[in-house]
């Protein structure tokens, strides 16, 4: 058995001794040519644009950073900004959409594509200073169909207002562009 102790102690200190030095040992670092190419180019935000609907609803729209093959987030927050509160009725469960469209104006994605939703209508009561938010993810594959300049990310309020004729909350357009 006394034997067998120091041989063991020889080698547990010869393995961490070996794995030591070869996480301290520099790996030559070869940049393949083109690596540009390999890289996914970055998208740039615009500033947000409101349609010129007058609306009950002040509208914001955030984006998070962009991930090389991951989801984007984008959070629409829908704020009453009025001193009293806004009866609103949802002819579905769909609360908002967002829409990417190119610089035709025409749909590309829609985050309502991929999703289904209740056929009942719902009415809802919006307090003072209270505000909505929808969360939703634009697929990577979608993202890669940006191209340098015309598209944009549209941000659309699905609900109308119980006692009004004005819009709910005017569409939101973000510009996107890959760079």
């Given at each position: 058995m006394r034997a067998v102790l120091p041989l063991l102690a020889v080698l547990a200190l010869v393995g961490c001794s070996g794995s030591n030095a070869a996480t301290t040992q520099p790996v030559p670092q070869k940049s393949p040519t083109g690596i540009e190419e390999?890289?996914?180019?970055?998208?740039?935000?615009?500033?947000i644009k409101k349609a010129p609907t007058p609306a009950l609803f002040e509208g914001k729209l955030t984006f998070s950073d962009v991930v090389d093959k991951q989801p984007l987030q984008v959070m629409l927050e829908i704020h009453n900004p009025k001193e009293y509160p806004i009866g609103i009725r949802f002819?579905?469960?769909?609360?908002?959409?967002?829409?990417?469209?190119?610089?035709?104006?025409q749909r590309v994605w829609a985050w309502s594509d991929e999703m289904m939703f209740t056929q009942a209508i719902r009415d809802i009561?919006?307090?003072?200073?209270?505000?909505?938010?929808v969360m939703f993810k634009v697929p990577a594959k979608t993202l890669?169909?940006?191209?340098?300049?015309?598209?944009?990310?549209?941000a659309r309020f699905e609900g109308?207002?119980?006692?009004?004729?004005?819009?709910?909350m005017a569409m939101l357009e973000v510009p996107v562009a890959r760079r």
């Open positions: 390999l890289r996914m180019p970055t998208l740039h935000f615009g500033t002819n579905s469960g769909m609360t908002a959409d967002l829409w990417l469209v190119d610089d035709k104006e009561s919006v307090k003072p200073g209270q505000t909505l938010k890669e169909r940006i191209g340098p300049e015309g598209y944009s990310f549209q109308k207002p119980l006692e009004s004729s004005v819009a709910a």
